[in-house]
């Protein structure tokens, strides 16, 4: 549980008494933030005593009498203007007026309660002092929780884009001083190699396309009766000729057409993401299930591969963005790290989830779990 400092400064000290008392087992639940709020009191029997207090020890709430021998507290409040603070003050006074509150707020004062003030009225003021501090905060945390991920996301950005770049420039510095003589055919690999690279970046931007519009809720969805067997088959066909390359077996299994409601393109990006998973850390030779059924009102899709696997270590950081696993045995596959990350983003849409399981040298299997109705 949270605990807010408050600090009330009153010349009566039956007055600051009876604050700790009723501040004492007092706590407030904010909407919107988990767990409750409670709350330490400290007393000032004098303005000059606040302001000590404040400036060895600031508290989250000042409440401040109007009236005290020596500096007034609307002299307090002068004194602290201008400080860079998230302090809220609360004024008791028994000389209660429009001009006073005016005058008080004027100074910076947060909210005003007057002499004799009932234990409900001081909680209510102060639940309502807290709920603003605490959704404050709460804003402060994750704006700079905001400005951490964009850095983080601007630096892998440059850093998976510098990688590909810089082979490219590498391959085509090698053709234009025809390092490998005039044999033209010298220089096929060269070509093939940075059509590769290429290949890498324009599936990294389509997958930050894909996220982008799946974060910001710009995406336009367009949900019909979507067959996954024929998404399934589309999805095989367009990597006939990686798997034919590599030997590798890929087979569809489903009883018949499993129709769900959906958006064509984002059923045709899960499959896509995952069957080139299953390709890409397969071993040449390997085998590829993708089982398709209906369960209730989910379908299920879960594709299975022979390939390395991965250990359990990896898999607990497996769905973040840009999160590749990066081994002996993975070091020379290209791939932008975001593939499973929209693959999530994708199923909680349709309130649906994925879960891996993998076993290192047996393959790995993703389950993708979607609400069949949309």
């Known amino acids: 549980m949270d605990t807010l400092k408050v600090l009330v400064t009153d010349d009566e000290m039956g007055m600051r008494l009876g604050v700790s008392r009723t501040l004492r087992d007092f706590s407030v639940r904010v ?25 060895s020890s600031p508290p989250d709430i000042l409440l401040l009498d109007h009236k005290m021998p020596g500096i007034s507290g609307l002299e307090v409040l002068d004194r602290l203007a201008g400080r860079e603070t998230d302090m809220l003050t609360i004024m008791i006074t028994a000389y209660a007026s429009i001009e006073t509150a005016v005058t008080a707020t004027k100074r910076g004062a947060y909210d005003f309660l007057a002499k004799p003030f009932t234990p409900d009225e001081l909680k209510s003021t102060i639940r309502k002092a807290a709920a603003r501090l605490i959704l404050a905060k709460q804003a402060r945390r994750l704006a700079e929780e905001k400005r951490r991920v964009r850095f983080e996301f601007i630096r892998v950005l440059g850093h998976e884009l510098k990688a590909p770049l810089n082979a490219v420039v590498g391959y085509l510095d090698m053709l234009q001083s025809h390092q490998l003589g005039d044999n033209l055919a010298a220089y096929d690999e060269l070509v093939t190699r940075s059509q590769a690279r290429m290949d890498g970046m324009r599936k990294l931007i389509a997958d930050l396309l894909d996220l982008t519009q799946i974060e910001s809720g710009e995406k336009h969805r367009e949900l019909a009766e979507v067959d996954l067997a024929a998404a399934a088959a589309s999805a095989i066909e367009a990597v006939a000729a990686q798997v034919a390359q590599r030997g590798i077996t890929v087979a569809l299994h489903c009883a018949g057409p499993l129709a769900i409601l959906a958006d064509a393109r984002e059923i045709e990006i899960i499959f896509n993401n995952l069957l080139t998973n299953a390709i890409k850390y397969n071993r040449d030779g390997g085998r590829v299930d993708i089982t398709l059924q209906r369960t209730g009102k989910q379908a299920v899709i879960a594709v299975a ?8 270590e990896e898999l607990k950081r497996l769905f973040g963005e840009f999160v590749r696993i990066r081994n002996e045995k993975t070091h020379n596959i290209l791939g932008s790290g975001l593939g499973l990350s929209i693959v999530r983003k994708l199923a909680l849409l349709y309130h649906g989830d994925v879960r891996a399981e993998s076993q290192p040298d047996a393959g790995s299997t993703f389950t993708v779990t979607l609400d069949a109705e949309g």
């Open 31 to 55: 909407p919107d933030v988990n767990g409750a709020v409670a709350f330490s009191v400290d007393q000032a029997e004098s303005g000059e005593e606040a302001l000590a207090k404040i400036d």
């Open 305 to 312: 591969d022979t390939g390395i696997g991965m250990s359990a």
